[in-house]
């Protein structure tokens, strides 16, 4: 067996609830195995799978993995990503790239510095039903992009909060929502403003539990946003396209509405829904389910990271491009803060 079919070492940073849904899954993927795992505080998941358990992340890059995934609360992610590609150890880094722009650009340019690659997070984009919309928008069938609608609505449980979460790094806005922002800006193109509402009424930490978003893109079409972990209520990703099923599965409510001038789209049941003969509101509209690969986001993501890893493929979502959803996120925080619209910042690198 060579380098190549041998499966992939991957050590883990950060054992928590997400660290945990990683090494689900490269237990099910013949091309990887969990080398060991690093988390300052939880030796159970090591202790459960049988592999080598260490307190410093530094520690597990000295056994030089072929390939890191990192799942440590947000406000780690950067300096633990710099140390695994400065010893030159491919990255999975989970989502938000960084808590703020600044250190998300120092990253995107050790990245470039370096080549080493890194992928973000961002599993969405690797669920099928995201590549069917995408092409269905590629092909025009829904005419000129007018409008896109996102609803994230739950609520996680207090015990969920006794943690990192409450404090800054987390929030509904960087936990969540810009999972939806980055899902939005690869559907509509780039965001080019926003104006924004955040309430942390009902939990009252001091990090927001709420947001209404209002955004523009480049390309003039319209968003709103509307995301809380507060609600009792089935309208969000993570209700109904499957992914993880540690929330409630509501398959037939959709978390985001497409609408453009020939066409429009639910997502993620794909409802495809056009006027008769493409005319106006006079006639019927039909509706018809677009087809979809089967297959999950997060295995789909992890074989995707091992072909980046071993330098046959380049990371569908990059630091760079992870960062223009961080970017969003940050106008967000601002236009919150300072209640005006607020023009997003271009990330100035080539990466
Ligand atoms: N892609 C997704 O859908 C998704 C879903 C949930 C969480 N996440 C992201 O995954 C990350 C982890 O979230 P979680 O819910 O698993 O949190 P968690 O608190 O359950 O787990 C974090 C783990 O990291 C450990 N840790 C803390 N500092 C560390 C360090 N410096 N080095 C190594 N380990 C460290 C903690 O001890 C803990 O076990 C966050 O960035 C979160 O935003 C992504």
């Not at 025009?140 to 739950?154: K, P």
């Not at 899902?183 to 709420?210: C, H, K, M």
């Not at 829904?273 to 992890?302: C, F, I």
């Amino acid at each position: 067996m060579n380098r190549f079919n041998a499966p992939l070492q991957i050590g883990l940073i950060g054992a928590g609830r997400m660290g945990r849904s990683h090494a689900a899954a490269i237990a099910s993927e013949p091309g990887a195995r969990l080398s060991a795992i690093a988390d300052p505080i939880s030796k159970a998941l090591a202790e459960e799978l049988e592999v080598p358990h260490y307190v410093a992340p530094a520690d597990l890059l000295a056994t030089n993995p072929d390939a890191v995934i990192i799942a440590t609360p947000n406000d780690q992610h950067v300096a633990t990503a710099l140390a695994c590609i400065e010893a030159g150890i491919p990255v999975l880094l989970e989502k938000p790239v960084g808590v703020n722009l600044d250190e998300a650009r120092l990253l995107a340019r050790r990245v470039q510095e370096l080549g080493v690659p890194v992928l973000v997070g961002h599993h969405r984009r690797h669920h099928p039903v995201v590549q069917a919309a995408k092409d269905v928008i590629a092909a025009g069938r829904l005419g000129d992009l007018v409008a896109i609608n996102g609803l994230w609505l739950t609520r996680k449980p207090d015990d969920y909060f006794d943690s990192w979460r409450r404090s800054p790094g987390a929030g509904v806005l960087l936990i969540n929502l810009v999972h939806d922002l980055d899902i939005f800006r690869y559907l509509f193109g780039e965001i080019d403003g926003v104006q924004a509402i955040t309430s942390n009424r009902i939990r009252g930490f001091e990090v927001e539990d709420t947001a209404g978003l209002l955004l523009s893109f480049v390309s003039g079409a319209v968003g709103t946003l509307t995301g809380s972990d507060t609600v009792a209520a089935p309208w969000g990703w993570d209700q109904s396209a499957g992914d993880d099923p540690q929330f409630a599965q509501h398959p037939d409510q959709s978390a985001y509405t497409v609408a453009g001038t020939k066409g429009s789209l639910s997502i993620p049941q794909l409802n495809l829904w056009t006027y008769k003969g493409n005319t106006d509101w006079h006639h019927d509209l039909s509706m018809e389910v677009v087809p979809r690969a089967e297959g999950g986001a997060l295995q789909r993501q992890l074989r995707h990271f091992i072909t980046v890893a071993r330098g046959q493929a380049d990371p569908i979502v990059s630091v760079a491009d992870a960062a223009k959803s961080l970017a969003a996120v940050e106008a967000v925080q601002q236009a919150a803060a300072s209640g005006t619209q607020i023009e997003v910042t271009p990330l100035e690198t080539s990466e």
